[in-house]
């Protein structure tokens, strides 16, 4: 078996694991005035298909984000799993102020994993699902550089089934926690480290500094406030 039979075996056993969960949820709870909440081991599943489907195919050596998050890591000003790969990075690129902010302003979610993952959970409670779906699967340029082209939702044929299995799950009454500590825990067996974050991502500095020098001095600017409140802390002459 090839690559492409590969990416196409894996596409296509993330979509039927989704499908599944959105089934089970669906005879569980669909149509009825009983609340599904994330101490249900189905609601678990949905969730943990929902992404496994937006984190498959994220592309390592692209987003100015990720590179964010290596120096801050490296600076000691954010976790482990704050490096990690996540797609909240292509979402939060759809939201406005108002939805990150919400996001953001979250007490017990200091990842942008957890981000990610209370988005999701409150778009299942809020019914808000397909339309998002709807947003992030039009975007074809921007989805181009956040995923590799073996990505599930770069499967044309595949993706447009989302926004129709999260409208199938708007009978349903969701009452999901987005504000707990868990949601901050990792996709994969291991963070990544600072140096090889450092080496995928866009070729080095020097390549992120041609492809976007205005992000770089946001970059800078970000990683100055933040050794600004650290007590103690004397920048360098």
Same mark, same amino acid.
């Given at each position: 078996?090839?690559?492409? +039979?590969?990416?196409?075996?894996?596409? +296509?056993?993330?979509?039927? $694991?989704?499908?599944?969960?959105?089934?089970?949820?669906?005879? $569980?709870?669909?149509?009825?005035?009983?609340?599904?909440?994330? %101490?249900?081991?189905?609601?678990?599943?949905?969730?943990? +298909? !929902?992404?496994?489907? !937006?984190?498959?195919?994220?592309?390592?050596?692209?987003?100015?984000?990720?590179?964010?998050?290596?120096?801050?890591?490296?600076?000691?000003?954010?976790?482990?799993?704050?490096?990690?790969?996540? #797609?909240?990075?292509?979402?939060?690129?759809?939201?406005?102020?108002?939805?990150?902010?919400? #996001?953001?302003?979250?007490?017990?979610? #200091? %990842?942008?994993?957890? $981000?990610?993952?209370?988005?999701?959970?409150?778009?299942?409670?809020?019914?808000?699902?397909?339309?998002?779906?709807?947003?992030?699967?039009?975007? $074809?340029?921007?989805?181009?550089?956040?995923?590799?082209?073996?990505? !599930?939702?770069?499967?044309?044929?595949?993706? =447009?089934?989302?926004?129709?299995?999260?409208?199938?799950?708007?009978?349903?009454?969701?009452?999901?926690?987005?504000?707990?500590?868990?949601?901050?825990?990792?996709?994969?067996?291991?963070?990544? %480290?600072?140096?090889?974050?450092?080496?995928?991502?866009?070729?080095?500095?020097?390549?992120?500094?041609?492809?976007?020098?205005?992000?770089? %001095?946001?970059?800078?600017?970000?990683?100055? =406030?933040?050794?600004?409140?650290?007590?103690? #802390?004397?920048?360098?002459?």
């Amino acid at each position: 078996m090839n690559g492409t +039979q590969q990416s196409d075996t894996k596409r +296509q056993h993330l979509l039927e $694991r989704l499908l599944d969960a959105v089934k089970q949820c669906q005879i $569980r709870f669909g149509g009825r005035k009983e609340i599904a909440t994330d %101490s249900d081991s189905r609601v678990i599943c949905l969730c943990a +298909q !929902f992404e496994a489907v !937006f984190q498959h195919g994220l592309r390592k050596s692209r987003g100015l984000a990720l590179t964010a998050a290596a120096f801050k890591q490296a600076a000691g000003f954010s976790s482990k799993t704050e490096a990690e790969l996540t #797609f909240w990075f292509y979402v939060k690129e759809h939201l406005n102020r108002h939805e990150l902010q919400r #996001f953001y302003s979250l007490r017990q979610i #200091f %990842s942008e994993l957890g $981000r990610g993952r209370a988005w999701l959970r409150c778009a299942l409670n809020e019914h808000s699902l397909e339309r998002y779906l709807h947003t992030l699967l039009a975007d $074809r340029p921007r989805l181009g550089t956040y995923y590799e082209d073996w990505a !599930f939702l770069l499967d044309e044929e595949r993706a =447009s089934m989302l926004p129709t299995m999260a409208a199938g799950l708007n009978s349903i009454l969701f009452a999901i926690n987005i504000d707990n500590s868990d949601l901050n825990g990792g996709v994969s067996r291991g963070a990544p %480290s600072v140096s090889n974050l450092l080496k995928e991502s866009t070729q080095g500095i020097g390549s992120l500094l041609k492809e976007s020098t205005q992000g770089v %001095s946001s970059l800078l600017r970000e990683i100055s =406030s933040a050794t600004a409140v650290v007590p103690g #802390f004397t920048p360098r002459a």
